[in-house]
């Protein structure tokens, strides 16, 4: 059987063969404003509509407090995750493999399986919503049988890889800005439902600091694998200009105008998202759309399991420096954690906006101090110059197995913010003096900011040759594992 032939000679092959080593110029392709598409779609789906009711149902805010509290914080959240794109199309490799430049081979370790406990835990809560819609629409099934059938489905596409995922993305944001346009009229045209929103005043200054730290959270926690979907990208500064615009815009805008739908759905009907559209839509076009937005979950969720296989490649290889799986080896790595967050959604499907909720706030404490170390590495002590063999080498190359600045920096940005946090286990002592305002995320991004640059540019070594674009590991055999 013959095969399309990319530049440069190599074969296309249907399933992605390379996992977490480096793509050479010659494979590089795909447009930047592909990306736009890609991201787009992954945020218009049900999860960040019920984010979005998080507004009012959690936090009091009323529709404009709540607007503004969403746009404020996924606007600077947006940036500082696609800063990280941009990273990609310079040294073409995954996001946790490039964090070994800041914290070692060994150091990066922590972060990385933090990354997967994200995934599982993103996983799971777009299964719920994903499972729910689904019963509401076609109830020949339960939810668990629902989530089980999207759990597999999310299993096929990531398996396959990186360009089917952009596929499934382009078409996926034509469906998601036809259901989004079509829902925002009938909510808006419904009896009452303006009314009640427009009339919703709530503010407390927790409220809109907790929702503003939401949309910025909802925003990084992109960040560590976002620039595996622009590592084929070319390397020349235009397209890393462009690939960093294109995802914030997707981004950004993917986010807001479903989270904004939240909001109102949360005014309005006073309920969870899926029972508010099911309630508001009616009869059969509540049917096609709650489906449809399983379609979209199945996208987002193949994302998650893509990630999460690099990830545990990463993580694996940090030991066995020289092992690079090929395809039956990456579909087994991503079927364990698919188990993994089957499990969490089938456990905490009747409890999920309490801890959707709680997830998010750890996500927050773990993720933002490692961004910020990540980005004054790249941008303000190394300027994009990375050695980039030395992030597969023994011992990390140059970059050493521990980083222990980079590592000391982390630690005590996490413990400077025990005291700022507020969740519905913990207030800190500092959170409950400012009356519940939890202003971790701001100790999480301001600390490690000044702290890093301040030892990293005194112990910063003589600048390494700009290495983009890499020279490669050896690419992936084509068949078998």
Do not use: K
Not at 99 to 104: D, K, L
Not at 184 to 213: D, H, K, Q, W
Not at 232 to 252: D, K, N, Q
Not at 464 to 469: E, K, R, S, Y
Request: glycine residues 10%; charged residues 10%; proline residues 6%.
């Amino acid at each position: 059987m013959n095969h399309p032939t990319a530049p440069g000679g190599r074969e296309r092959h249907l399933v992605e063969g390379r996992t977490i080593d480096a793509v050479p110029e010659s494979e590089r392709r795909g447009r930047p404003r592909d990306l736009f598409a890609v991201w787009f779609a992954a945020n218009i789906s049900p999860l960040t509509i019920v984010s979005g009711t998080i507004a009012p149902l959690v936090f009091g805010l009323g529709l404009w407090p709540g607007i503004a509290a969403v746009l404020l914080g996924n606007m600077l959240g947006g940036f500082l995750m696609a800063l990280h794109a941009a990273q990609g199309p310079r040294l073409g490799v995954p996001q946790m493999i490039q964090s070994r430049g800041q914290f070692g081979s060994h150091g990066s370790l922590l972060v990385t399986l933090v990354v997967v406990f994200m995934y599982a835990g993103w996983f799971a809560s777009n299964l719920v919503i994903a499972g729910q819609a689904l019963h509401r629409s076609v109830p020949v099934l339960g939810t668990s049988g629902w989530l089980v059938l999207c759990a597999l489905a999310g299993l096929v596409v990531a398996t396959v890889g990186y360009d089917l995922i952009h596929r499934v993305g382009r078409w996926a944001t034509v469906i998601t800005v036809s259901l989004l346009a079509l829902c925002a009229v009938r909510v808006f045209t419904a009896p009452g439902v303006i009314e009640r929103a427009t009339n919703a005043t709530g503010f407390t200054l927790s409220g809109f600091v907790g929702m503003t730290a939401l949309g910025i959270l909802l925003q990084i926690t992109y960040a560590p694998y976002v620039s595996d979907y622009t590592r084929y990208m070319p390397a020349h500064a235009a397209a890393r200009r462009s690939t960093l615009w294109f995802t914030y815009w997707g981004s950004v805008l993917g986010s807001v105008l479903p989270m904004f739908l939240g909001i109102v759905m949360g005014i309005a009907v006073a309920d969870d998202a899926i029972a508010g559209l099911d309630t508001v839509l009616g009869g059969p076009l509540s049917a096609v759309v709650l489906c449809s937005f399983a379609v979209i979950v199945v996208h987002v969720n193949s994302m998650n399991l893509y990630g999460t296989s690099l990830c545990l490649v990463t993580a694996a290889q940090t030991f066995r420096t020289t092992w690079l799986p090929g395809r039956l080896a990456r579909t087994a790595l991503i079927a364990g954690p698919l188990a993994l967050g089957l499990t969490l959604a089938l456990a905490f499907q009747d409890t999920f906006l309490a801890s959707y909720t709680d997830f998010l706030a750890i996500l927050q404490y773990v993720l933002i101090p490692w961004t910020a170390i990540n980005l004054v590495d790249y941008y303000l002590i190394r300027r994009g110059r990375y050695d980039v063999p030395s992030f597969f080498a023994p011992g990390g190359g140059v970059y050493g197995r521990v980083n222990g600045p980079a590592v000391l920096v982390y630690a005590v940005s996490f413990a400077l913010e025990v005291p700022f946090m507020h969740t519905s286990a913990y207030t800190g002592p500092v959170a409950v003096a400012l009356g519940g305002i939890d202003l971790s995320w701001a100790v999480g991004l301001l600390v490690p900011t000044v702290a890093y640059w301040a030892i990293a540019r005194r112990r910063a070594r003589t600048p390494l040759p700009a290495t983009a674009p890499a020279t490669p590991s050896p690419a992936l055999p084509q068949e078998g594992s």
